[in-house]
């Protein structure tokens, strides 16, 4: 089996640099992050997912390596690269520098034959423009010296591991050979099909899958608005509607949070800004959610007449239910705007955030809960479905409809 070095140990690198050293591939994880390879290499792991721990010793039993330095070992015949693709919030476009410099680092140190396989979600044509001309700019040729293939994560936070061992995958190259050795390589895990292809057709596929889900979410969370404003139940119309066999409508929600869905889209409207105005509108739609919550909250505050607004609570910080993954979130987004709308700090409250962020957040659910009347339930974690008894006696703002047979207001 190939020596693989896996660069980027965050959410995407260290379960898949896990699962490959635990299915037998020799493995070194790299991350420029000194703390956090410490702490991987003192048994600690850097974020909550089911299945990770165990994967973890399986991993060191199999004898994984963490490191910073690209140096201290012998140089891998595969490198995967899975660091983080920001967008420029203002050209919408996409900002490659952490996999340029993560390929600069490989192209310093790296023998003939090597293969870089970019796992991140890039915009499509980012290999061509940038890491193509990089890569002969260092003297290097492709196809010859160096190999280069794109095979672009699909796993879902909260069940990465069982989407790692299960989901389909693509991987894109120039040369089928080439294709075939890192599909070899992901089949040590993968149960899922591997399809081969173009890196063009790679790239484009994963932006388009996470595209798709947003405008989805988009398309409820207009549905929300359009039938809120007519007094109509947006969850009952999107469940039978759901019934039909080929219908499958998302879920409206306070926003779309995560390194993927709120970002990937705007490569696309940054690339093609005339061709991708569904799109666009999709992604202002979502971009819109905390805004609509906040008028809502208002209107509550108005009806109920609460006096103190201090005494209103935000349950929940993260971007989804169970992860402990704030990047994005919607209550973040919404705590951005709150200055003009409210006038003071909510309190904040997350099971899963064992960090203080904010001052006004809590660590012990019970003392949140008695200095607060209104609860407003942004993300709908275990936690809080586990424990809808302790709230039954507050006013509930539910956002997320977790809350079937108790009165609660709604989005
Ligand atoms: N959301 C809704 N309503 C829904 C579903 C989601 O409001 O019905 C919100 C969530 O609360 C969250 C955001 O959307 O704030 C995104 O969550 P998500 O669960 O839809 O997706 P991610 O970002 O955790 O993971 C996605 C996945 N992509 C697709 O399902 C197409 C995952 O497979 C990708 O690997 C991941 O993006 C990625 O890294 O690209």
Redesign the pocket.
């Known amino acids: 089996m190939k020596n693989v070095c896996v660069i980027g140990l965050g959410?995407?690198g260290l379960p898949t640099a896990l699962m490959l050293a635990s299915s037998g591939v020799p493995v070194t994880g790299i991350d420029y992050n000194t703390e956090l390879v410490e702490s991987l290499n003192h048994g600690k792991l850097s974020f909550e997912e089911k299945g990770l721990e165990n994967l973890y010793k399986k991993a060191i039993e199999r004898n994984i390596k963490f490191t910073d330095s690209y140096t201290e070992n012998d140089p891998a015949e595969v490198y995967i690269i899975a660091v983080p693709t920001p967008y420029n919030r203002k050209s919408k476009k996409i900002d490659p520098k952490y996999v340029i410099s993560a390929v600069e680092e490989v192209l310093k140190i790296c023998e003939k034959g090597t293969v870089i396989t970019i796992e991140s979600?890039i915009s499509p044509g980012t290999i061509d423009k940038f890491i193509k001309p990089l890569i002969i700019e260092h003297g290097f040729k492709i196809g010859e010296d160096i190999h280069i293939t794109h095979a672009?994560?699909?796993?879902?936070?909260?069940n990465m591991i069982y989407?790692l061992e299960h989901?389909s995958r693509v991987i894109g190259c120039d040369d089928k050979i080439i294709g075939e050795e890192i599909k070899n390589i992901y089949s040590s895990f993968c149960k899922g099909e591997i399809v081969i292809t173009d890196i063009r057709t790679a790239e484009m596929t994963?932006v388009v899958?996470?595209t798709?889900?947003?405008i989805?979410?988009a398309f409820?969370?207009e549905l929300c608005k359009i039938c809120g404003n007519d007094g109509l139940d947006v969850y009952e119309i999107i469940r039978i509607a759901n019934m039909h066999p080929r219908i499958n409508i998302?879920?409206?929600?306070?926003?779309?949070?995560?390194?993927?869905?709120?970002v990937?889209p705007w490569f696309l409207v940054g690339d093609y800004p005339e061709l991708s105005l569904l799109i666009h509108e999709a992604r202002k739609i979502?971009d819109s959610?905390p805004d609509f919550v906040l008028e809502r909250l208002a209107d509550i505050i108005k009806e109920t007449g609460i006096k103190d607004k201090s005494r209103i609570g935000l349950y929940g910080l993260t971007?989804?239910?169970d992860?402990d993954d704030i990047r994005?979130?919607?209550t973040l987004q919404l705590l951005r705007k709150i200055d003009g709308h409210l006038g003071m700090p909510l309190k904040v409250y997350d099971p899963m955030v064992k960090k203080n962020i904010f001052e006004s957040q809590y660590q012990d659910f019970d003392k949140f809960l008695k200095d607060i009347d209104l609860i407003v339930i942004m993300?709908g974690h275990s936690h809080i479905k586990q424990n809808l008894g302790k709230i039954k006696d507050k006013i509930i703002f539910d956002t997320?409809n977790i809350c079937k047979d108790m009165k609660a207001y709604k989005l």
Do not use: Q, W
């Open positions: 959410y995407i979600t672009p994560e699909r796993i879902i936070p909260g989407e989901n994963k899958e996470n798709f889900r947003d989805n979410i409820a969370n998302l879920s409206p929600g306070p926003g779309v949070g995560g390194h993927c869905i709120s990937d979502n959610m971007y989804k239910e992860v994005e979130s919607p993300v997320r």
